[in-house]
């Protein structure tokens, strides 16, 4: 039979300030890549579309 385990509890981690500085500089770092991201396929979406946006009917 396999055996089990002793300690099966989780241990919730300890947050030091640096884990926390780390932590707070990849979420900014994420914050901008994603803003990068969407201002990229907002400018591609205008110059795929480029003047036709202004002549359409409405």
Do not use: D, H, Y
């Amino acid at each position: 039979m396999s055996k089990e385990p002793e300690n099966t509890q989780i241990k919730t981690p300890v947050w030091t300030p640096e884990l926390l500085q780390q932590r707070r500089k990849r979420a900014a770092i994420m914050a901008v890549a994603l803003l990068v991201f969407v201002g990229l396929f907002f400018w591609v979406t205008l110059v795929k579309l480029g003047v036709n946006v202004t002549n359409r009917p409405l």
